[in-house]
């Protein structure tokens, strides 16, 4: 019985605060029609071009980047095309080359020894092109054509029979590839190539 009095005494306790409140209160809040209407946006004027003022170059539109970009790609793996008179400058350059990388430590070759030699490791070298550089896992490798054989050489593959890669005793010695420059040996004998 006591419990039905306290739930009596709560309700008579909530009741009047779930009332409607004064009339006093209703009648501050005013009818819809009383409300001001919103004043309109203000009216943003066109900004003129600041180009004219500034003398700024105004970027490419997104469609104009897309369309400067070509489609496809170039294969990496194509020759590269010849040029006029490539022929006369690879020549020059291999005998060049050669001159500058044939060893002769005590510099006893006479000038018609050392033409022979260049002779010599110009023959052994006709139609070798060094066509690329793969850098890949900290291993260097250059790709080769020569005599119809195209394949890629490590440091310290050696020509011989079977490896049609190379002419016979000769090894790699050493790829630089922040010169471009590939190192061959054979004895005492050193030729340099470019990678074209």
């Known amino acids: 019985m006591l419990v039905r009095a306290a739930a009596v005494a709560i309700a008579l306790l909530v009741l009047p605060a779930c009332g409607g409140g004064d009339e006093q209160d209703s009648a501050e809040t005013p009818a819809a029609d009383e409300i001001p209407a919103a004043a309109p946006p203000p009216v943003i004027e066109a900004v003129p071009p600041a180009v004219a003022t500034t003398g700024l170059t105004p ?14 790609r170039d294969d990496p793996f194509l020759p590269a095309p010849a040029l006029e008179g490539t022929a006369e400058l690879v020549a020059a350059q291999l005998e060049a080359e050669a001159i500058l990388a044939t060893m002769d430590p005590d510099g006893g070759l006479s000038q018609q020894d050392r033409a022979a030699v260049i002779e010599e490791i110009n023959s052994t070298f006709e139609g070798l092109e060094i066509t690329g550089f793969i850098r890949s896992r900290g291993r260097q490798r250059v790709l080769v054509d020569f005599n119809g054989q195209t394949g890629d050489l490590a440091v310290g593959y050696v020509g011989g029979a079977g490896r049609r890669l190379l002419p016979d005793g000769w090894t790699l010695e050493s790829i630089r590839a922040d010169t471009g420059v590939v190192i061959f040996r054979n004895g005492n004998r050193v030729a340099e190539r470019r990678i074209l």
Request: aromatic share 0%; hydrophobic share 45%; glycine share 14%.
């Open 59 to 72: 970027l490419p539109t997104a469609q104009r980047v897309v369309d400067g970009i070509p489609l496809g």
